[in-house]
């Protein structure tokens, strides 16, 4: 057992959140043109809880100073189970947001007896909505490719990855492709596909603006397949932040858009029990909602935002011993972390040492994880805009893309 006791946030919080009598079956009074859905991966409560504990100690007092997005006007809990285990993964957590249809973990926009699932994507693309789809990890992971693919394995990324051109979406970001030329490398290259199907690749988001239609923004070639973590990027890194707003000023025009934009990276952070980096990919996803705050108020009546999370990963908790100066050494992440390699020529020596250093910086900024994992706690829902108040109570994942398209005023089925 641990000696310190660990006061858990997610459950305080449940205390806290106001849960709203508001869960009204009423469609918006004015549909929205212009809607968000950002996911941040592996984002609990406890997630959003620690990073604006950080937030307030920086501040100098014990707090809560909240990110943009805990300020919308309408929180919700969405659980989070998959159709065959009570924790889900991403991609079946990802089919729930994008079909509506729950499924078994590691499969992918396809129901548990393989029947297809169609994301609302499709519906929307449909119905005249330009689409874009964003994240910080491969453009063909889990998240992301529920958005625009079926597969009966997650692990499938060229087969997904074949999905992305051939949806002929508007505008997709983030890391590069995870295997690009199959498994064996013996595929065509996925990216002269996507060229062939009319897409045009870039890799600075700057460049974005010059291209007229179909765009896949990716970071510099040979950085691999996600973007660097926010805590350890360097100025020439492709960013979040920076996607959001190439998409934004990319899909913008009179019909609408349908944006879902990933902080794929908060999960991977949790899945080490890293505190310190996952607070700051919190941060740089908030950042990333600010872009779309911003557009909201220039179009408050034609604007939905949506924030949530596919799943809480790591069982973060506060712990008691957590205060002001403890938060701080957040900002001290990179220095103790640093492995010397001459030292550890064991690559599992390097990585226990690692994981020692982790889990002492943990102690010292007070934070406590349960799992290297995901775990099975609803996660908040965060809405504002035009439809908003549809998304106030206690509901499933599998709701969330029929609320929207419900809000939209397009036929969900
Ligand atoms: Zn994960």
């Known amino acids: 057992m641990k000696k310190y006791v660990l006061f858990i946030l997610g459950c305080a919080l449940w205390l806290v959140i106001p ?22 991966d592996g984002m609990g409560l406890a997630q959003v809880a620690a990073t604006e504990a950080y937030l307030s100690a920086k501040e100098g ?45 590691d499969m992918l926009g396809m129901a548990p007896a393989g029947d297809t699932l169609t994301s609302i994507t499709y519906k929307l ?48 970001a983030g890391g590069d492709f995870i295997k690009p030329s199959g498994k064996n490398n013996d595929r065509p290259d996925i990216h002269h596909v996507a060229a062939e199907a009319g897409y045009t690749i870039v890799r600075d988001h700057a460049a974005v603006s010059g291209v007229a239609e179909k765009v896949i923004l990716l970071q510099a070639e040979n950085k691999g397949a996600e973007l660097p973590y926010a805590i350890d990027r360097t100025d020439d890194d492709l960013t979040l932040p920076q996607i959001t707003a190439a998409a934004i000023k990319f899909l913008d025009n009179e019909k609408g858009f349908f944006a879902m934009i990933e902080g794929g990276k908060i999960d991977w952070a949790c899945h080490s029990n890293d505190g310190a980096t996952s607070i700051y990919e919190t941060i ?41 100066d403890g938060l ?12 010397d390699v001459s030292t550890y020529m064991d690559k599992n020596a390097r990585r226990q040492e690692r994981q020692n250093r ?37 509901y499933d994942n599998t709701d969330i893309p029929k609320r929207i398209c419900r809000a939209m005023g397009v036929a969900f089925q």
């Open 358 to 394: 982790i889990a002492g910086q943990n102690r010292k900024i007070g934070l406590g994880w349960t799992s290297n994992d995901h775990t099975g706690s609803p996660v908040p829902v965060y809405a504002i805009g035009a439809g908003s108040e549809l998304f106030g109570g206690k």
């Open 284 to 324: 740089d996803f908030a950042n990333a909602v600010q872009h779309a705050i911003d557009f909201y108020h220039r179009h408050p009546d034609e604007t939905l935002i949506i924030v949530t999370a596919d799943h809480e990963t790591g069982g973060l908790a506060l712990n008691l011993e957590a205060d002001v």
């Open 125 to 172: 693309k449909r119905a005249g909505y330009k689409i874009g789809i964003a994240t910080t990890v491969g453009v063909d992971h889990a998240t992301p490719a529920a958005f625009y693919a079926s597969s009966g394995k997650r692990s499938s990324y060229y087969d997904i990855a074949l999905q992305l051109p051939a949806s002929n979406f508007d505008f997709f």
């Open 61 to 105: 007092a014990v707090g809560s100073k909240n990110l943009p997005f805990s300020n919308f006007p309408v929180i919700g809990l969405a659980t989070t189970f998959s159709a065959n285990h009570y924790v889900t993964c991403s991609s079946a957590a990802g089919t729930a947001l994008s079909t509506g249809s729950k499924t078994n973990n």
């Open 328 to 339: 701080l050494l957040v900002d001290e992440k990179t220095t103790p972390y640093e492995v």
């Open 19 to 40: 849960l709203s009598s508001c869960q009204t079956q009423q469609p918006a009074s004015k549909a929205p043109k212009y809607v968000f859905l950002f996911i941040g």
